[in-house]
């Protein structure tokens, strides 16, 4: 038998399904963070079958998926369903009202099922879908907010901080000519400008998954059906939680493209409602956000410090006269 057939038919043992009826319908595109996602079919039903690992990044980034944070991202989920938000419905075993625990090629996995969501993506995005996805994340954020949940409520500031800690670390043992040190040092300092314009003493804080179009599921008629992250649930601010929005959903030529525009940032905001609470200078920072969000995330980082660490200088002005062109355009999306 199929070595991963086998493994999930172990796996749902315990769902109160019959393990013979299991079949294969697709294993979903890629090995993410060492995980595995499966749409499998037992009888007449779909499901989503996922193995999630214990050890998911090489650094502390972002929050650990331990068992008590995945307890507590299965608790807000059914917290959501149970409050008209689309989200994946989990599927319990009979010992555990959330994952069982399954050993495979000698790593220990939690494994999860969801009620599989028929739907599509759209990552070209319109003034319809930006407009649409901003009422549905004003929604969940609304509904989020009181939320009680023992997850930490950290800024984004606290991940940007940690990032350049890393960055600096790697500048200053890099054997970098005069001239790449400068530039580096200069985005470095541009970095820290856009951290400090992001910083606020005053954080609304409510829970939020990752909402990038490739974990939201519509219909043919252009209607949200599903939301399918849960890895990524924790507590954001409400700016810090639109910034991430506005990066995605205003992008005219899809998730490869970097192309974005104000048109589609103002759509989202006006179907969030942002004009209540969003004055001068809440998009003076969520402006700097919105850089954060595209020219000092993680993969800007990570790919900067491999750089520096493969002693191919040569390519760094390339690699931050490109973010500093993304940046220019993410800056763009506000007006303040």
């Known amino acids: 038998m199929n070595e991963e057939l086998a493994m999930l038919r172990h796996a749902i043992r315990d769902y109160d399904l019959d393990p013979a009826a299991?079949?294969?319908?697709?294993?979903?595109?890629?090995?993410?963070?060492?995980?595995?996602?499966?749409?499998?079919?037992?009888?007449?039903?779909?499901?989503?079958?996922?193995?999630?690992?214990?050890?998911?990044?090489?650094?502390?980034?972002?929050?650990?998926?331990?068992d008590q944070v995945l307890e507590e991202q299965m608790n807000y989920i059914q917290f959501l369903n149970g409050r008209g938000i689309p989200f994946m419905r989990l599927q319990a075993p009979s010992f555990s009202k959330s994952f069982a625990k399954v050993s495979w090629n000698g790593a220990e996995y939690r494994f999860l099922l969801f009620e599989w969501i028929e739907g599509k993506h759209i990552t070209h995005c319109t003034e319809s879908v930006s407009y649409q996805f901003g009422q549905m994340a004003r929604k969940l954020h609304d509904v989020s907010i009181a939320y009680p949940s023992s997850l930490p409520k950290d800024s984004h500031r606290i991940g940007s901080m940690k990032m350049m800690?890393?960055?600096?670390?790697?500048?200053?043992?890099?054997?970098?000519?005069?001239?790449?040190?400068?530039?580096?040092?200069?985005?470095?300092?541009?970095?820290?400008?856009?951290?400090?314009?992001?910083?606020?003493?005053?954080?609304?804080?409510?829970?939020?998954?990752?909402?990038?179009?490739?974990?939201?599921?519509?219909?043919?008629?252009?209607?949200?059906?599903?939301?399918?992250?849960?890895?990524?649930?924790?507590?954001?601010d409400?700016?810090?939680?639109?910034?991430?929005?506005?990066?995605?959903?205003?992008?005219?030529?899809?998730?490869?493209?970097?192309?974005?525009?104000?048109?589609?940032?103002?759509?989202?905001?006006?179907?969030?409602?942002?004009?209540?609470?969003?004055?001068?200078?809440?998009?003076?920072?969520?402006?700097?956000?919105?850089?954060?969000?595209?020219?000092?995330?993680?993969?800007?980082?990570?790919?900067?410090?491999?750089?520096?660490?493969?002693?191919?200088?040569?390519?760094l002005a390339e690699h931050l006269a490109k973010f500093r062109e993304r940046g220019l355009k993410l800056s763009a999306l506000i007006t303040v």
């Not at 499998?40 to 998926?65: G, K, P, Q, T």
């Not at 960055?167 to 970098?176: C, F, V």
């Not at 599903?226 to 954001?236: A, C, L, P, S, W």
Request: charged residues 25%.
């Open 22 to 66: 299991l079949r294969i319908e697709s294993r979903l595109p890629g090995i993410y963070h060492s995980d595995y996602h499966y749409k499998i079919r037992v009888e007449d039903r779909c499901y989503s079958a996922r193995f999630i690992s214990n050890r998911r990044y090489e650094h502390d980034v972002f929050v650990a998926l331990t």
């Open 165 to 236: 800690g890393i960055l600096e670390d790697a500048y200053a043992s890099s054997d970098l000519s005069a001239a790449n040190r400068s530039l580096l040092h200069d985005y470095i300092l541009l970095a820290k400008w856009h951290i400090g314009s992001a910083y606020s003493s005053k954080l609304e804080f409510m829970m939020q998954s990752d909402l990038n179009p490739l974990n939201v599921l519509w219909d043919e008629e252009e209607h949200i059906v599903g939301i399918v992250d849960f890895e990524h649930i924790g507590y954001t």
């Open 238 to 315: 409400r700016i810090e939680g639109l910034a991430w929005l506005i990066k995605w959903y205003s992008r005219t030529k899809g998730l490869e493209s970097h192309e974005v525009s104000p048109a589609l940032a103002e759509s989202l905001l006006s179907g969030y409602g942002a004009r209540d609470f969003l004055g001068r200078d809440e998009r003076i920072r969520l402006s700097s956000l919105i850089w954060l969000t595209g020219c000092f995330n993680w993969g800007f980082v990570h790919k900067t410090k491999k750089i520096l660490e493969s002693k191919e200088h040569d390519r």
